[in-house]
């Protein structure tokens, strides 16, 4: 069945830096365009950063552009999100996403 496991998360002091993984299985990983959410406290979850099948197409959320990165390694079905220069308001949960699937989450903490 599909899994994705995120990994990376913690508490940074603002203006540091964190990079999150997901490791996936269960389904053709080339395949599918990779997503991140992340959810605060009290608010809906959204949309953070999206990379195509290929890797060759990103988007981000414009609060976020500039600011994070989201890659990912074909061979090793595995999308990574490196954040930087991180703000309090980046706090929330963070989520992997393909298709309809979802991961569990991982939390990250910008506080100082």
């Known amino acids: 069945q599909v899994q994705l496991v995120e990994s990376g998360g913690g508490l940074v002091q603002p203006g540091g830096s964190l990079r999150l993984s997901c490791a996936a299985s269960?389904?053709?990983?080339?395949?599918?365009?990779m997503s991140w959410y992340r959810q605060a406290p009290g608010k809906q979850r959204e949309l953070v950063a999206a990379?195509?099948?290929?890797?060759?197409?990103?988007n981000y959320a414009e609060s976020v552009k500039g600011r994070f990165t989201i890659s990912r390694d074909n061979a090793k079905n595995t999308v990574y999100l490196q954040m930087n220069s991180l703000k309090p308001e980046d706090t929330a949960v963070y989520y992997c996403?393909?298709?309809?699937?979802w991961g569990r989450g991982t939390q990250v903490t910008v506080s100082s």
């Open positions: 990379i195509s099948s290929d890797g060759g197409s990103t």
């Open positions: 996403h393909v298709d309809v699937r």
């Open positions: 269960g389904f053709t990983f080339s395949n599918y365009v």
